[in-house]
């Protein structure tokens, strides 16, 4: 018992004090009102990452002051819905590359802030990274757009329930690739920035990419998503967690197997044992914004990766097909 404790008494040392981490990331009682309740959430997820073990490095974050509840209820409102398209779906796909590394060079993370736009930003990625794929060039397109323009539905839904893309409230990539995307002008974040909220919509400089919709991996499998990132970065949904959450660096092992999602990212390559994924919490969080974990093929996959499909958008021929 007496190392035990000492073992989580030395790991929670290793993580910022309170003072330090609202000084840190800008909390303090006069702009963020209960400073007692911000102290208490500290410290609750403190403790809980001094019992984790992952075979990484767990750490606070901006996110560390929160109670889950509250966490959860912002950042993760990724739908799950149905996915809606008439494109080809790529389906039974067996990897021929699962052995090596995989990494494909995308554009840099970004930060959906105290918004539940997991969704757009899993959407823009996606874009950005095919872009990128066809042309070389790094573009920066436009988040906010569809936070405040997009509320495509599954063909179930009416607007802004649980069926459609609703702004910080929630949505799905696919609904978007297959609905409001299709041959709409995609905005540059330059003219059209990103703010965290939900606005009126309004237009912004054309980027002059154009989208005839999206393919799909499905059934997902550890093959079929493997064999899909031999060909290019895929906008995927999981089941976040705590873990996930207060993730710091290396290889996240024995990740849950669980079905349920709530979060939007991108996967953009793998290793021998690993999966590679892009977040949209800033560059501060995980290794420069993304993460690694284990390929587990239980239940289904990690953190539910298998769940769902895996989308990818296809360029339209004006915007260089590919």
């Known amino acids: 018992m007496k190392s035990v404790l000492a073992l989580l008494t030395a790991v929670k040392a290793t993580q910022p004090s309170f003072e330090e981490w609202a000084k840190e990331y800008g909390f303090n009682g006069d702009n963020n009102g209960d400073d007692d309740s911000l102290r208490a959430n500290y ?7 001094a019992e984790l073990e992952g075979g990484c490095t ?5 996110f560390s002051g929160m109670s889950w509840d509250e966490f959860a209820s912002t950042m993760l409102t990724f739908r799950g819905g149905v996915a809606s398209s008439d494109l080809p779906m790529l389906g039974g796909i067996e990897a021929t ?4 590394d995989v990494d494909w060079d995308v554009t840099p993370v970004k930060d959906q802030g105290s918004c539940g736009s ?8 996606g874009i950005e990274a ?9 573009v920066s397109l436009s988040e906010q757009q569809l936070v405040d323009c997009d509320h495509s539905c599954d063909g179930q839904g009416t607007e802004c329930d649980t069926n459609c893309n609703c702004g910080c409230s929630g949505g799905q990539a696919d609904w978007a690739y297959g609905n409001y995307l299709k041959s709409q002008a995609i905005y540059t974040e330059a003219s059209y920035p990103y703010k965290a909220s939900g606005g009126a919509c309004q ?67 793998y290793g021998p044992n690993y999966w590679k994924i892009k977040n949209s919490w800033g560059s ?17 996959g990690p953190f539910g990766l298998f769940t769902y499909i895996g989308v990818v958008p296809t360029l339209s021929a004006s915007a260089v097909e590919v």
């Open 203 to 269: 237009s912004g400089t054309d980027s002059g990419i154009r989208l005839s919709g999206f393919t799909a991996v499905s059934p997902m499998s550890d093959s079929a998503l493997a064999a899909a990132l031999n060909d290019g970065a895929v906008v995927v949904a999981i089941g976040a967690n705590f873990e996930f959450q207060s993730y710091g660096s290396g290889i996240l092992s024995n990740p849950t197997t669980s079905c349920s999602l709530n979060h939007q990212v991108m996967a953009t390559g």
């Open 97 to 100: 590359a699962d052995v090596g």
């Open 130 to 138: 095919k872009h990128k794929q066809a042309t070389s060039e790094t």
């Open 58 to 62: 767990y750490r606070v974050n901006q």
């Open 43 to 49: 410290e609750i997820t403190v403790s809980k990452i």
């Open 284 to 300: 501060a969080w995980g290794e420069g914004g993304f993460i690694r974990f284990e390929r587990a093929t239980g239940g289904c």
């Open 118 to 125: 997991c969704w757009a930003f899993g959407t823009i990625a």
